[in-house]
């Protein structure tokens, strides 16, 4: 198992990756990783944090993409960027995963035309974790991939989200609930009405209807489907809440959950490959998650398993 590692991506890179690392390989873990980046910055701090050579390989880069670059034209005109390569690696087979914390729009670009979606897929998507009051852990997607959608994309959401609740999450038969302005069927836009009767008559998931935005965080559903925009909102809020808290020294076991860094990386679920998105001032727990989680997703065969469901 080797996953390969944007080193140069994110606003804390290399360093906090590189410690990272370190803390993924005190567990022993059974994956090597591929560092992909300026190997006169990554040399010294290899050897300043103890990383054993034989857990490792490096993978010169001599380009970075920016977080303010255009995606596409970045990708096509950086070919030797970090996360160039880390796609053209994941492509050729050369390794299993690949993470980046750099710039989101070349991650979901290269995701979508140099992976490539899964056979069946209208939409790849990107979810996050939802903290739920009692301490489970749900998943809401989309998130931001897809600001605009059609019913059918909705209802793909759901199988790959449930997928990834079982196999990731753990949760033997996933609870999926439609994210809408009120419980009754009929209710809410034309969109989320198209949705409804899909999701009812899809025999892959176990749907339990509708979910008002008040009931997201208190276990009423693990899968969460929406939209991208309403989803980026509500995580965009749920940040903030968490950084509101931080700054008035308020600290509860509930909303200490809402810290990014204990989940990691956002994963892309519907493409052939497991692509995990790091948020931009990652450090090096969220690093480790990251690594963990594309461990995961390897071991469990999570790609294999989203294939077979949307073979015809």
Known sequence: MNIALDMMGGDFAPEELVKGIRDYMSDNPPATVSLIGDEQKLLPLLAQYKIPAKTYRLIPSTE???MHEHPLKALKGKPNSSISVGFHLLSTGKVDAFISAGN????LIGSLYTIKP???ILRPTIGT????????TGLLLDVGANADCKAEHLNQFATLGSLYAKNILGIEKPRVGLINIG???GKGNVLAQAAYPLLKENNQIHFIGNVEGRDVFLDHADVLVCEGFTGNVILKLAESLHGIMERQNVHTEYFD????EDYGGTPVLGV???VIIGHGISRAKAYKNMLLLAQKMIETQLLEKMALSFKA
Request: aromatic share 8%; hydrophobic share 40%; net charge negative.
């Open 64 to 66: 970075v993409i920016e």
């Open 104 to 107: 989101t729009g070349a991650m």
């Open 118 to 120: 899964i056979e069946g």
């Open 129 to 136: 974790i939802v903290p739920m009051e009692n301490g489970a």
């Open 183 to 185: 419980e009754e069927e």
């Open 257 to 260: 959950r809402f810290n990014f």
């Open 272 to 274: 052939n490959k497991p």
